[in-house]
């Protein structure tokens, strides 16, 4: 295996083991760095180490990595104590979108770690209001990984407005270190991918209400027509109706009725069909 890059820190912390947080840990083992996941219960702890395997796993047997899972894997620890984290140079927070959650997460790794870095994977909620709970905000930022976090390209790097220059060439490297490109954006609603992939995937929804053109033929504008990798209807599958919808509630309280999820959003919500996690959203998975 290849030896550690110099810009990564020896060990990150990932808080919250779920799709996004085994992906941001896969990505810190396979660059060389030792991970801790932090999960909920030991049984959630369970889980996600099997999530992290599952992907490295996945990855090997397309040739995107070299060594055996099991040598990514002794780099691992999962836990369900936010203990474990201490030692760790950089922690990111990877757990459901609700901002007293994240508060209580960073506080208790700032609490443990108290020197280290500590990141969120938010994909729009502010950084400077979460920051308002943390004693050294100047260590806080965003890093916005992208889902599959394997395969996504891009990291959005979020400022908050009293986090430290140096920190954000630090995150700005580390980025890089991971094979990834980094945006650096400043604390904004929806910072820059989420705003606009969410204005796209709200108008997609509204022109599937009017009749205008089914879901594939709308996806099929996109991506033939604007080469988009996935249509919007299919992203916000693969994101979750849930998640878009939270993200589009908050753009509008924020942003205003441009942003009002629309009808159809919220029904699919309602019936539980919220994407390919469920088997079911704008398409059948």
Request: charged letters at 20%; proline letters at 6%; one cysteine or more.
């Amino acid at each position: 295996m290849s030896t550690l890059p110099e810009a990564l820190p020896t060990q990150v912390g990932v808080h919250g083991g779920g799709r996004m947080g085994a992906g941001i840990a896969h990505g810190f083992l396979v660059a060389g760095s030792s991970v801790v996941v932090v999960e909920a219960s030991a049984e959630a702890a369970a889980q996600a180490r099997l999530r992290v395997l599952d992907s490295l796993a996945a990855a090997h047997e397309r040739g995107k990595i070299a060594a055996p899972p099991e040598e990514y894997a002794a780099r691992l620890v999962t836990s369900h104590d936010a203990g474990a984290l201490a030692g760790c140079e950089l922690v990111v927070e990877a757990v459901p979108e609700d901002p007293a959650l994240k508060a209580q997460v960073l506080t208790a790794a700032e609490t443990v770690a108290p020197d280290a870095v500590l990141a969120t994977n938010t994909s729009s909620l502010s950084i400077d209001g979460i920051a308002a709970h943390l004693a050294r905000p100047e260590r806080f930022l965003g890093l916005h990984f992208f889902n599959p976090v394997p395969a996504s390209a891009l990291v959005e790097v979020v400022v908050g407005s009293r986090t430290d220059d140096g920190l954000v060439a630090r995150a700005q490297g580390w980025v890089e270190a991971l094979g990834k490109t980094a945006i650096t954006v400043t604390d904004a609603p929806g910072f820059a991918s989420s705003r606009l992939g969410v204005a796209i995937a709200l108008e997609a929804m509204r022109m599937l209400e009017e009749g205008v053109a089914s879901a594939e033929d709308i996806d099929t504008a996109m991506t033939l027509g604007y080469r988009h990798p996935v249509g919007p209807l299919r992203t916000t599958d693969l994101v979750g109706l849930d998640v878009r919808l939270a993200i589009a509630e908050h753009l509008a309280r924020e942003l205003g009725p441009r942003f009002e999820p629309p009808q159809v959003l919220r029904d699919l919500v309602a019936a539980g069909r919220l994407g390919r996690k469920t088997g079911q959203g704008f398409y059948r998975w």
